[in-house]
């Protein structure tokens, strides 16, 4: 018995493993038959494992990971020193710094002062090369201004001596010569295009002079090569011996930060990171979502063309089952087509997507200049685990056809004939539990802190299985609801119905790309209100600010401020000047005001001891200021009656801060105390001398209604200039209000900032502009145009079922009108039921990332805002209901006017 049994599994096997070579080779005969047919099948696996490559290959070269860093930051030698004034605790890298316990968030403890150094002060040259032995070489990096013709240019500068090959890496000479003195310098590529000399004389805007002596390529984005400076606070660390983990503590306890050659290629016992588990990047949650995205969309966009396949060749599929072959071969005659387009399409997605990765970066870096790219990376292991799992996706995609076919009667496939399998009514019920339940796993793993990228893959893969099971009962459905429509619709509807099968795979594509656009739209929209809600503006639309730094307290002394305004009157005539003054007290070179000088506070309304700064709400010498304002200024200010009539009193208008800070107005019933005195010069918590108090009318508004001037977070009064002139209070032009008729628009704003010096900076309020707009529209766009593609392969399916039904009423008197109104609904119906089922599905994942998206923050009166949901209904209709109406329109349009008219035999 038991060699009968061994010799029947051995046949059993034996028949098993020559159908699938059978299958194989007639997969593999036909592929090369229709070659052209089989390219397009094999694109559309191929087109999202190419996207997705490109994209990874691009981010992969964009990053910059510790070892390619090496060259670049250190040279040759075994080290970066970045010397500081506090301890601090790092990873082996160096890329996670903190002065700070990641665990408890205490500070640690004081810095250990090496020997020859000082408390308080970096550790010199000196003293780190006795601590480290072996040579200190200075690096150095900063930021200046250039005059260029009539403007000033702000640049970066990199300080290394190219003549020493310890700094290899760092730099490469282009032309002319590395710098040997102070005041010679190199330009890069990046300064040439911004208009830098590459020879000759560069005037800095302090007045020393630069002589450029050549060109330089550095990794680093910079415009400027020079020696290093004096004042550098990092080194190169040349030795012969590695620096060890060891001696990294050791140098982080004297407040030095290493990057070390040996720990970033070979970490050992180092730690990776410094932070405790469960409290770092959602790396895993990336991952997850890309394995499902990628598996999904393979699957959706491969089922499609696999059912095309199985259409095509479905009277040979027939003939093998009419001439004895097995129901199953049909089954692997659909998946041995799969097998080999899969992995085919699979390799030359991923290659196509690197070589189109690497293509692209160029391009993006000439883009982004600012950003220090990497050199090419190709992720082969990545790339192989996505070929797989692009591969393994196709073989699903074909397993709904390869059951199609191996379910489909003989005798209805060889006369042309497919009907509709009964749906089982459990099969909608299923769905919609196996919905339900990915829908909560979605919830749960999306709200989880840590480590739910298990629930949120399963979540995913649940909605879609569960919406695919019910699928069929819906498309019958539409079919059954439709008898009441207008004929054309009726049978558009009832072929869909009846052909639902071919059809499924159309709508599912159509569903999973409607199910990622709302999604995301949902997301991106609430992500987008919430940054919206809690924008300020510092001015009034279109105005521009320029913050002044300390100066004299009589303006007409402030040379800067003269200077400032003769460089706007010239570049921007048009630009009309208004200057924003504070009550000043000016302060010595330690930043105490000077001894004599009249100071002005307000106390908090708690105050004991007037006298002590820490009393002090608001004051002319410390900040937050106290403002004086003319009447122009108040008048142009959203302030109440009463807050006027203050003001003209020689009372105060106080700017009450969100209550999340712990802040009140010293105002009590309409009355405020002021503090006056004179400084006695001493930087002591008790600067003033003879103090005398007296009460002023007061008022209290909201920060927010304050925001065009800076207050809204800070707690900040306001004067008279006619209060502050009758009293003698010192002021100062804090800043200047910059106001065009129009707007500053960005010419402007450039000439102003390149005429401005670098101590004062130009803000031109543009009111908030959403950053997601572009992305909601441009995923529209081409989910939008998957939808409509995948809308059209589905028509194109229920077409090639429908023939005999065309002929026949071709023959019976349809007019053309006729016939493209059925292929425009067909079209309409494939994706409206699709559309709706997406837009239905991605409300579950689309609300549920809104909420923890957009709870954690703050509201512009100190309010927690949020959370916030806002669906994008516009872009969304857009696809679901006018996407279906163009394919509608385009399907009627390439319609045969002239069916075929074949000879029925049923």
Known sequence: ????????????????????????????????????????????????????????????????????????VMGTTQARLDV????????????????????????????????????????????????????LLPVSDGEARAVIGQRRVRFSLLGIDGRNDAYAGMGELVSGRWPSAPGEALVTERARERGFPTSG???????????????????????????????????????????????????????????????????GSAP??????????GDPQLVALVTVGVALLTVFFAGPAFTTSGLRHRRALGQIASNGGTAAMPRRYVLAQAVLLGVLAAVVGVALGAIIGLGAAPLAQRLKPEIAWGPPDLRWRWGLALAALAAVSALVAALIPAVIAGTTSVLQTLRGQVSARHVRAGWPV??????????????????????????????????????????????????????????????????VGRQRGRALSGVGAIMASVTLLVALS????????????VYLPQATAGEGRIDLQQGPADPTQDPDLRVIERQLQAVAPQVRIDRYSNLSAPLNDDTV??????????????????????????????????????PSQLAALDLPAASRAALRDGGIVCAQPPETYGLTCPVRDGRATLVEGVSNGRSDASPMSRPSRSEVPGEVVPARRLS??????????????????????????????????????????????????????????????????AVIWTMTAVLGLIVLVATLIGTALTQTESRTDQATLAAVGAGRGLRRRIAGWQAASIALVGGLTGLALGLIPGIAVAKPLTSSSMGPSGEPAGPFLVIPWPSIALVVLGVPLLAALMAAAVTRTRPSLTRRTD
Do not use: K
């Not at 601090?88 to 020859?116: I, K």
């Not at 002589?211 to 390529?217: K, L, S």
């Not at 339900?436 to 840590?450: C, D, E, K, N, Q």
């Not at 979540?459 to 009441?484: E, T």
């Open 1 to 72: 018995m038991a060699t009968s049994g061994e010799t029947i599994s051995t046949g059993h096997r034996s028949s098993f493993v020559g159908s699938w070579r059978l299958m194989l080779r007639l997969a593999r005969r036909d592929l090369s038959r229709h070659w052209g047919r089989a390219i397009l099948t094999a694109l559309m696996v191929a087109l999202p494992v190419m996207l997705v490559s490109a994209g990874g290959t691009l981010l992969a070269t964009r990053s910059v990971s510790s070892a390619e860093a090496i060259p670049r």
């Open 84 to 135: 500081g004034t506090q301890r601090v605790n790092q990873n082996y890298d160096g890329r996670e710094v903190q002065t700070f316990s990641p665990t408890t968030g205490t500070q640690l403890p004081p810095v250990q002062v090496l020997p020859g150094g000082s408390a308080g002060e970096a550790p010199s040259a000196a003293a780190v090369q006795r601590a480290t032995g072996g040579q």
């Open 201 to 267: 004389r560069l005037t800095l805007e302090e007045g020393q002079p630069m002589t450029v002596v050549g060109v330089a390529d550095t990794a680093a984005p910079v415009e400027v090569v020079t020696l290093p400076s004096s004042s550098a606070t990092a080194y190169l660390l040349r030795r012969d011996t590695p620096v060890r983990w060891e001696e990294v503590q050791r140098l982080n306890a004297h407040g030095i930060t290493v990057l070390s050659r040996s720990l970033t290629t070979d970490p």
């Open 272 to 281: 990776r990171t410094i932070y405790p588990p469960g409290t770092t990047s």
């Open 430 to 495: 299923l769905g919609a539990v196996v919905v339900g339940i990915g829908g909560l796993l979605t919830f749960s793993g999306l709200r989880a802190p840590a480590g739910g990228e298990i629930r949120i893959a399963l979540g995913a893969i649940m909605l879609f299985a569960g919406a695919m099971v019910a699928l069929p009962w819906l498309l019958a459905q539409v079919a059954r609801f439709a008898r009441h429509l207008p004929l054309a619709m009726r049978i558009a509807a009832r072929d």
């Open 522 to 533: 949902i997301g991106a929209a609430s992500d987008d209100e919430e940054a919206r809600a």
């Open 593 to 630: 005001p000077l001894a004599g000088t009249r100071l002005v506070a307000i106390p908090s309304a708690s105050c004991r001891d007037v006298s002590e700064t820490s009393c002090w709400y608001a004051a002319n010498a410390l900040s937050p200021p106290i403002l004086a304002l003319t």
């Open 708 to 773: 065009v001037l800076g207050m809204e977070t800070s707690p900040s009064v306001i004067v008279s200039t006619e209060t502050a002139q009758r009293r003698g209070w010192p002021t100062r032009t804090a800043w200047l209000r910059l106001h065009q008729p129009g707007g500053t628009d960005a010419a402007t704003e450039q000439r102003i900032t390149e005429a401005l010096p670098s101590s004062v900076w130009l803000y031109v309020e543009r009111g908030y502009t959403s950053p997601s707009r």
